[in-house]
């Protein structure tokens, strides 16, 4: 059974502040896909990781897959409050598996 | 193309009885994937079909569960004899197989079921 695990589950900050959330398996994934999911909706797609070492950048938020694509960082810098919101993360272990996410980190990012 | 979309958004339900939730997928999408999600817990697989084939079952899909895509477009999800138990967020996805875009789902909105 591959297990995502996401640290911490809940973050709150202030707006400006940096942070960083990790996503950590022991399993190999071909894939892995960070999502945002806002109260009553479903996920959003925000970057897919390829290739061990890879880093992403989506504006603010800094995307990081391990070199043993075991794990996964997101990092976001200068906080805004658009940016609270449940972030998943989902791995897949071969080309169109299916998707195994993380239980998620909570960010609540106050004015 | 708007998306994937499901309906109804919201379903409350005595238990007991029956219900059934539709996902309309990106049109030329040929994967889709339903997933259930509960508070705190992020979105656990239950099944996927490839066209009209169901491909995939999840052992969280019990036998009071049946997905359908009859003609590889939309697909619905039923609940016979709901329990308390089946609160929760059901989600669907799809994905085009065969594109560059390895294991990217795109999700809808989905249907917050509470049963009571």
């Known amino acids: 059974t591959q297990l995502l695990e996401q640290s911490p589950q809940f973050l709150s900050i202030q707006e400006g502040e940096n942070l960083t959330v990790y996503c950590n398996s022991s399993?190999?994934?071909?894939?892995l896909q960070w999502y945002r999911q806002e109260p009553g909706e479903g996920p959003v797609l925000l970057v897919t990781v390829v290739t061990g070492g890879e880093v992403k950048k989506l504006k603010r938020l800094t995307f990081q897959f391990g070199d043993a694509r075991k794990d996964s960082s997101l990092h976001i810098t200068a906080a805004q409050p658009g940016d609270t919101g449940l972030y998943l993360c989902a791995g897949a272990t071969s080309g169109y598996s299916t998707l195994t996410f993380g239980k998620g980190t909570m960010l609540l990012v106050s004015p | 193309d708007t998306g994937v979309s499901q309906d109804p958004r919201h379903k409350i339900t005595k238990r007991g009885q029956n219900v059934t939730f539709r996902c309309d997928p990106i049109?030329?999408?040929?994967?889709l994937y339903w997933y259930r999600q509960t508070l705190g817990q992020g979105p656990e697989f239950l099944t996927y079909?490839?066209?009209?084939?169901?491909?995939?079952k999840s052992r969280l899909l019990s036998d009071r569960f049946s997905a359908e895509r009859p003609k590889g477009s939309f697909s619905t999800l039923e609940i016979q004899r709901t329990e308390q138990g089946d609160s929760a967020m059901y989600l669907c996805a799809s994905m085009p197989f065969g594109g560059v875009l390895i294991d990217e789902q795109f999700f809808g909105p989905g249907t917050r079921l509470t049963v009571l």
């Open positions: 049109s030329e999408h040929n994967r």
């Open positions: 399993s190999v994934f071909s894939s």
């Open positions: 079909f490839q066209n009209e084939a169901q491909l995939e």
